[in-house]
T-cell receptor, first 117, second 115 residues
């Protein structure tokens, strides 16, 4: 596609339910990032995928959070047993980043606004 | 570990006044530096970037940033701001670890331009 696509754009879920957030990166981009942006807060890094390498999961806040990237393209962020503090905008970004590449600009999707009630 | 520090969480400034949004990074390897902007109720978009060459980079809407390697800074400046510049600004560093590049973002600075 022309840009990074995220779905759904909005999600309201009940506390304790599981949710899945989807990200379609720009075709050919090897790097994919998930961030969380809470109201009035900055960008909180969650997880980073780069090609076929093991993902950098150092930003995941708890074991209720997981993500996968199938076939080096689409990624799904899963939050199990959601809590109210999980309410935030979840942003996905992709870039052409790789070894020696200079064109490392990241392109962001519009985000998924998650509300846990 | 790499880190990006944006010292000011909020910066109020009057219209037509100059502004500087500060960004410092910590990295001992080659870095690429970026400023992203997020207008109210919109997604993040690239404002300007430093990859190599001239240490002063400019955006199309009058912002500029200067890469200062000795001070590990990449401050964003504009000589005269407009109401429409009200937004949140994020500094980011992309540097290599183990041969691949990873983005690190600062916590953002909320610029509020006052009439």
């Amino acid at each position: 596609g022309a840009g990074v696509s995220q779905s759904p754009s909005n999600k309201v879920t009940e506390k304790g339910k599981d949710v899945e957030l989807r990200c379609d990166p720009i075709s050919g981009h090897t790097a994919l990032y998930w961030y969380r942006q809470s109201l009035g807060q900055g960008l909180e890094f969650l997880i980073y995928f780069q090609g076929n390498s093991a993902p950098d999961k150092s930003g995941l806040p708890s074991d209720r959070f997981s993500a996968e990237r199938t076939g080096g393209s689409v990624s799904t962020l899963t939050i199990q047993r959601t809590q109210q503090e999980d309410s935030a905008v979840y942003l996905c970004a992709s870039s052409r980043a790789g070894t020696g590449r200079k064109n490392t600009e990241a392109f962001f999707g519009q985000g998924t606004r998650l509300t846990v009630v | 570990a790499q880190s990006v520090t944006q010292l000011d969480s909020q910066v109020p400034v009057f219209e037509e006044a100059p502004v500087e949004l500060r960004c410092n990074y910590s990295s001992s390897v080659s870095v690429y530096l970026f400023w992203y902007v997020q207008y109210p109720n919109q997604g993040l978009q690239l404002l300007l970037k430093y990859l190599s060459g001239s240490t002063l980079v400019e955006s199309i809407n009058g912002f500029e940033a200067e890469f200062n390697k000795s001070q590990t800074s990449f401050h964003l400046r504009k000589p005269s701001v407009h109401i429409s510049d009200t937004a949140e600004y994020f500094c980011a560093v992309s540097s290599t670890t183990s041969g691949t590049y990873k983005y690190i973002f600062g916590t953002g600075t909320r610029l509020k331009v006052l009439a």
